[in-house]
């Protein structure tokens, strides 16, 4: 997504405004099963250990925007992050959160070259059309019940670029594969 800003550049002769283009990266990361499926009863489907490292190593350091309802969920900031979050509530605060009142606020109010949309549904559905990059953790597995989804990821609009898949283990009890997916430039 490209953004026209302002550099103020300093000189001998003074200031002026100078007009360049920056390219910021809007990504979503989300953990998926076979149905696309993200969450039941606002939490996630199931305990991945090696999700949420891989999510922690993914996103650190970048802007994460949330749902109001996924920082609930979360229940804290995750540091070494912004945590943006979402809401209609006039009154909502967060100490140590910036708190919008809409996702183009939000992302207007990033300057970093990329950022994520870390959920829930509801914020990945509005955001997807804005969305270059998807990493997607995919559990092989199909959750009963599920109430929250990710919208279908459309081979005609993004292109899995890598995938890295994993047998369960002690710790973690899916085959999970993660993908790296790239909205196709050549529409
Ligand atoms: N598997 C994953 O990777 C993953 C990741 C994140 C979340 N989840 C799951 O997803 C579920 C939650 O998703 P959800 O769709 O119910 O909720 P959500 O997207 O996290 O949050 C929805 C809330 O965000 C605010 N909001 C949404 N759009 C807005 C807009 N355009 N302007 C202003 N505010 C807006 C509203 O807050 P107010 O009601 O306060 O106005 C709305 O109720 C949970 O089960 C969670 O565990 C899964």
Redesign the pocket.
Known sequence: MDFNKFLKIGSDSGWFMCNFQVIMTIAA????DLNN?????????CHLPA?LKF?KSTTMGAPII?????????GRLLPGRRNL?????SD?RIEGAEI????DAAIQNCTEEKIFI?????????SLDKTDEIYR?LIDYKFDS???F?PEIKNSEFEKQWEECHHSDEKNKYDYCFQHWVRRSDL
């Open positions: 990361i989300v953990v998926t499926a993200i969450g039941k009863d606002n939490q996630l489907l999700d999510f949330m749902g109001r309802k996924t920082y609930e969920s979360i979050v979402i809401t209609r509530n909502y919008y009142h809409s996702l870390i959920g829930g549904s509801e914020l990945f559905k509005q953790t599920a109430d929250s990710f």
